[in-house]
């Protein structure tokens, strides 16, 4: 994510921010744009922009009152929410303080999400305006009654993504973490793996060459996915899976081993996109004995072609990170391990999504 800047006074604020700690004023997350617009606060909400040459009034999405979403839309909008909030299905009753702040959760990471792939240039439609091929999140109490139609569990089934609220709830997915052997189990990344799914039924499914290129790296999909699954929950993962996978989880099937390259993909650009924003830089006192260790993000990595020089930088900055951590006496903040194969396979996403690369 990169960082933004006030329109106003210029000093620096967060994709979530709603006001300007330095100057007051509010702001708004412009999708169209990918920028955040900043207008005084004693005036209304709504202001009108100029692009090329029209005029366009904009306003705040209707979940701002909320305080679960800063984007802006059309003045003239049928729905009143914004591209990300038009996804919804179901969502938490508001009623009840400790799922309005889940359900808050849930939107930060999803408008992450949004934004990352309105930056790959990746089509996003709600199954309201297309029911067959459009997608629609479910944010599910599952302590209460479920909705018609709803799943009861976290997943994915034909653009309809159901993320349960306990995924929101700190302590129990800590629970969950131990529990699923899972090191990195955060909502951004639940979101970034079901999304995957969707794309692989819209990228993939349809074009015969792409899902040849697909079984070559990741595996024949027809293998009985239920079967799989249970195999994987009472057999566990192949010992020597670090060599092939991104994750243990991965190997389960090869639709698991994709969400999970893809959700891995949109890790490394959000991380590398906030890196270059920052103008972070890595170069030791003895570059000459320590070459891994240098380099020089200058690229904006949402533009860059090569998937090779991207790699190499995230190598070299989770060296980083990861020792920082530990000088904290935290756990990793990239545990992950890149194998030729699992560099292949995140090569394999870098060129379906930049085919000039």
């Given at each position: 994510m990169k960082l933004f800047n006030c329109s106003l006074c210029n000093h620096i604020v967060f994709f979530e921010n709603t006001a300007c700690e330095s100057c007051g004023a509010s702001l708004g997350f412009i999708p169209d744009e990918l920028k955040m617009h900043a207008f005084a606060s004693e005036q209304e909400q709504s202001f009108t922009s100029e692009q090329a040459d029209s005029k366009i009034s904009w306003r705040y999405c209707a979940n701002h009152q909320h305080n679960a979403c800063n984007w802006l839309i059309?003045?003239?909008?049928?729905?009143?929410?914004?591209?990300?909030?038009?996804?919804?299905?179901?969502?938490?009753?508001?009623?009840n303080e400790d799922?309005?702040?889940?359900?808050?959760?849930?939107?930060?990471?999803?408008?992450r999400l949004v934004y990352s792939l309105l930056r790959l240039g990746l089509p996003i439609h709600s199954k309201q305006t297309r029911p067959k091929k459009g997608i629609a999140f479910d944010f599910i109490d599952t302590e209460k009654a479920i909705p018609a139609g709803?799943?009861?569990?976290?997943?994915h089934s034909q653009g309809q993504i159901t993320v349960t609220l306990d995924e929101a709830d700190p302590a129990k997915r800590e629970e969950y973490l131990g529990a699923m052997n899972e090191r990195y189990r955060r909502l951004l990344g639940h979101l970034?793996?079901?999304i995957g799914h969707y794309y692989w039924d819209l990228l993939i499914a349809p074009d015969q060459q792409q899902l040849q290129s697909f079984r070559t790296l990741f595996g024949d999909e027809q293998l009985n996915y239920s079967e799989a699954?249970?195999?994987h929950y009472n057999q566990g993962s192949p010992p020597n899976w670090r060599q092939h996978y991104i994750s243990a989880y991965a190997?389960?099937?090869?639709?698991?081993?994709?969400?999970?390259?893809?959700?891995?993909?949109?890790?490394?650009?959000?991380m590398l996109e906030t890196a270059y924003s920052v103008g972070l830089s890595t170069a030791p006192p003895t570059p000459a004995h320590q070459p891994f260790l240098t380099c020089q993000i200058s690229t904006d990595p949402y533009l860059e072609t090569d998937i090779n020089a991207l790699l190499q930088t995230t190598a070299t900055l989770s060296i980083a990170l990861n020792s920082l951590n530990r000088s904290m006496g935290l756990q990793d903040l990239y545990p992950f391990i890149l194998t030729d194969t699992v560099k292949e396979k995140i090569g394999y996403i870098h060129r379906l999504l930049h085919p000039a690369s």
């Amino acid at each position: 994510m990169k960082l933004f800047n006030c329109s106003l006074c210029n000093h620096i604020v967060f994709f979530e921010n709603t006001a300007c700690e330095s100057c007051g004023a509010s702001l708004g997350f412009i999708p169209d744009e990918l920028k955040m617009h900043a207008f005084a606060s004693e005036q209304e909400q709504s202001f009108t922009s100029e692009q090329a040459d029209s005029k366009i009034s904009w306003r705040y999405c209707a979940n701002h009152q909320h305080n679960a979403c800063n984007w802006l839309i059309n003045d003239d909008s049928s729905t009143g929410l914004c591209l990300a909030c038009e996804l919804n299905r179901y969502i938490p009753n508001l009623g009840n303080e400790d799922d309005h702040e889940g359900w808050r959760e849930l939107e930060f990471a999803k408008h992450r999400l949004v934004y990352s792939l309105l930056r790959l240039g990746l089509p996003i439609h709600s199954k309201q305006t297309r029911p067959k091929k459009g997608i629609a999140f479910d944010f599910i109490d599952t302590e209460k009654a479920i909705p018609a139609g709803a799943a009861q569990m976290t997943g994915h089934s034909q653009g309809q993504i159901t993320v349960t609220l306990d995924e929101a709830d700190p302590a129990k997915r800590e629970e969950y973490l131990g529990a699923m052997n899972e090191r990195y189990r955060r909502l951004l990344g639940h979101l970034r793996h079901e999304i995957g799914h969707y794309y692989w039924d819209l990228l993939i499914a349809p074009d015969q060459q792409q899902l040849q290129s697909f079984r070559t790296l990741f595996g024949d999909e027809q293998l009985n996915y239920s079967e799989a699954l249970n195999n994987h929950y009472n057999q566990g993962s192949p010992p020597n899976w670090r060599q092939h996978y991104i994750s243990a989880y991965a190997t389960s099937h090869p639709w698991e081993d994709w969400a999970e390259t893809w959700a891995h993909y949109l890790h490394i650009m959000d991380m590398l996109e906030t890196a270059y924003s920052v103008g972070l830089s890595t170069a030791p006192p003895t570059p000459a004995h320590q070459p891994f260790l240098t380099c020089q993000i200058s690229t904006d990595p949402y533009l860059e072609t090569d998937i090779n020089a991207l790699l190499q930088t995230t190598a070299t900055l989770s060296i980083a990170l990861n020792s920082l951590n530990r000088s904290m006496g935290l756990q990793d903040l990239y545990p992950f391990i890149l194998t030729d194969t699992v560099k292949e396979k995140i090569g394999y996403i870098h060129r379906l999504l930049h085919p000039a690369s």
